[in-house]
């Protein structure tokens, strides 16, 4: 039976924390999927279609990473759609903690068997958010050691088509 995880998360602006929980993630299991989940009623940074485009482009030398999309569900429902018997989250800190451990044990008890598996962050980003880096966009700061190229790029088209309006 192939060893099957999901790391979900809304990934607006995927930052180099994401992606590195994802490179380990990949070499873990057999199959990653990787949860695109959203909110219609919200609207992110980027679009549903710009962040697929984003984490298509920097998995796709992963062969075994998969993408899903996903709205108003719970992971576990996703998980057991897709017969997942893993939820793979990432640790940053003690707030991380705190928020994780709850969510796992809620997730465990509503599922009846999902368990959760925590990476702890890499140390060079365990201080970086997507919000964090919507907050220095905003005031102009420079993003680019916190998020892959493809983000800059994705960023940089997003800024011209706002001047071309
Ligand atoms: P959301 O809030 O939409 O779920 P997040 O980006 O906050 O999305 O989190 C998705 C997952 O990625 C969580 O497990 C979170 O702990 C993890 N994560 C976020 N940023 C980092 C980072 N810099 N390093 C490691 N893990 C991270």
């Known amino acids: 039976m192939k060893k099957k995880a999901l790391y979900a998360g809304s990934f607006d ?21 990787i949860g695109l989940f959203y909110n219609v009623a919200k609207e992110g940074f980027f679009t549903i279609e710009e962040r697929l485009s ?49 969510m796992a044990r809620f997730n465990n008890e509503l599922s009846g068997k ?6 702890q962050s890499n140390p060079k ?13 905003y005031f102009k700061g420079n993003i680019s050691a916190y998020v892959p190229r ?6 940089e088209e997003k800024q011209l088509e706002t001047l071309s309006k």
């Not at 602006?13 to 999927?33: M, N, P, Q, S, V």
């Open 125 to 137: 980003y365990a201080h970086v958010s997507s919000s964090k880096m919507k907050e220095l966009i």
């Open 150 to 155: 493809k983000v800059i790029e994705k960023l």
């Open 13 to 33: 602006i995927l930052t180099k924390g994401h992606l590195d929980i994802i490179t380990r993630g990949a070499a873990l299991f057999d199959e990653l999927y």
């Open 114 to 119: 999902i368990e959760t598996v925590f990476l």
């Open 54 to 102: 984003i984490l298509r482009e920097l998995t796709k030398d992963l062969a075994n990473v998969k993408l899903v999309k996903s709205t108003e569900e719970l992971a576990i429902d996703v998980a057991g759609r897709l017969e997942i018997k893993y939820l793979l989250r990432g640790l940053r800190d003690e707030e991380d903690y705190r928020y994780e451990s709850n």
